[in-house]
């Protein structure tokens, strides 16, 4: 039988280089794509953020209102998952929602309140006692046998407590619980007045600021004690101690990252280390500084702008005391301080602006007719808690705000 079909075949020989070329260039043809079209996505995503970081709003939305009752002498500060609320008769814990996490009730003219990471003390100015909690309620209380001028709490619980009495300095360190650490006397004639104190957050070192005068000049020295094993070989647990002649220093601080800032008449001091603090970095000025505010990364200066009537020049500053940011502004407000996302915001009973780190007024709203007690930053760039008279708004922020009718 005849085969017909067997000349027709023929073999074919494969150039697999050819073939892996062609392959190679196909791939490389979707990946450029590709690139390009990851390329366009993020150029989108950066102009995006560029937006949004350089965006001013003047409305916002309310996500969620919820009812909650206060007096006139409610105060309201940022802690855990919602904010503490005090008064004269107690302190609350409660979350965003209001729910009521724990309560506190005492009697106190002038209640004054330091808070540490989870720790809070609460005190009566010129009383005699003192309450620490936690985030799971009331740890301790203390009673003090002299007024007290100050108090200051670490992150475990430690509290010192600064007292006066017939023109005496006191300084007290006790535990959570109310067991008495240490104590000492600061007298006019040995060593000055104590103006301020500040405990480190491992509530190891207590650094004191003294006004001293001296041939009618007024100067400070601030005392460093430490009452860890490294103090305890040291007269009285003093470790340090600088002198500032010509200088007042009412207000001492310490952050999270273990600074001290010491805020004088003419600037700001600076000082480091754990076991033995020395001086930092330093800035001086030459206006008059009218107020701080600080938060664990930076500290502001408010000074009067001479170029405006009713202006106010804030200045912005790292804990290394390097400016990061100007803010001029005419908004005469009550109380200014950063927000958790170290955004600055400043509110009046009905106004509130709220200024960018890079100096950018992200926020300026007036309200009408309604009583602002408090404004803190929500999770989210553009979402924010505001605490109204007897109302709590969960607001966010509108991209495209309030539309001005042109009168003219």
Not at 143 to 165: F, N, Y
Not at 248 to 255: C, M
């Amino acid at each position: 039988m005849e085969n017909r079909g067997k000349n027709s075949l023929h073999m074919v020989e494969t150039n697999w280089d050819e073939i892996e070329e062609k392959i190679r260039k196909h791939r490389l043809k979707r990946l450029k794509r590709l690139a390009v079209i990851v390329g366009i996505c993020l150029a989108a995503v950066i102009a995006y953020y560029v937006f949004m970081q350089h965006k001013s709003y003047t409305d916002y939305t309310v996500r969620e209102e919820i009812s909650r009752t206060d007096t006139p002498a409610t105060h309201y500060v940022a802690y855990g998952e919602g904010f503490l609320k005090y008064s004269n008769d107690g302190v609350s814990y409660e979350n965003v929602n209001s729910d009521v996490i724990w309560n506190q009730s005492y009697e106190m003219e002038n209640p004054m309140v330091s808070v540490c990471e989870s720790y809070v003390a609460v005190a009566d100015r010129q009383g005699d006692k003192i309450f620490v909690l936690n985030e799971d309620g009331l740890q301790g209380e203390i009673t003090v046998s002299m007024p007290i001028a100050r108090i200051d709490v670490a992150a475990q619980g430690t509290v010192a407590v600064l007292m006066e009495e017939s023109g005496t300095g006191y300084l007290s360190l006790y535990n959570r619980g109310g067991e008495l650490l240490a104590e000492g006397a600061i007298h006019v004639e040995n060593g000055g007045t104590p103006m301020d104190i500040a405990l480190s957050d491992n509530g190891a070192l207590l650094g004191v600021s003294i006004l001293e005068i001296t041939d009618g000049t007024a100067g400070t020295t601030i005392n460093f004690y430490n009452f860890s094993a490294v103090g305890q070989n040291q007269i009285d647990n003093l470790v340090s101690s600088y002198t500032y002649s010509d200088t007042i220093i009412p207000e001492l601080v310490y952050t999270s990252n273990g600074t001290m800032l010491a805020f004088a008449d003419n600037g700001v001091y600076t000082f480091t280390g754990n076991d033995t603090p020395k001086e930092g970095n330093q800035l001086t000025v030459d206006e008059e500084i009218q107020s701080v505010f600080f938060d664990d990364s930076y500290f502001g200066l408010v000074f009067t702008d001479s170029s405006a009537d009713t202006g106010r020049v804030i200045r912005i500053y790292d804990l290394r005391c390097s400016e990061q940011t100007t803010i001029q502004t005419e908004f005469s407000y009550d109380s200014i301080g950063f927000l958790d996302n170290h955004e600055i915001c400043m509110f009046t009973a009905n106004q509130c602006r709220i200024y960018t780190l890079g100096g950018l007024e992200k926020f300026a709203y007036e309200f009408e007719d309604e009583e602002i007690r408090g404004i803190f930053h929500d999770s989210g760039y553009r979402n924010y808690i505001i605490l109204k008279e007897g109302v709590t708004e969960r607001a966010r922020l509108k991209l495209f705000g309030k539309v001005t009718e042109d009168k003219g």
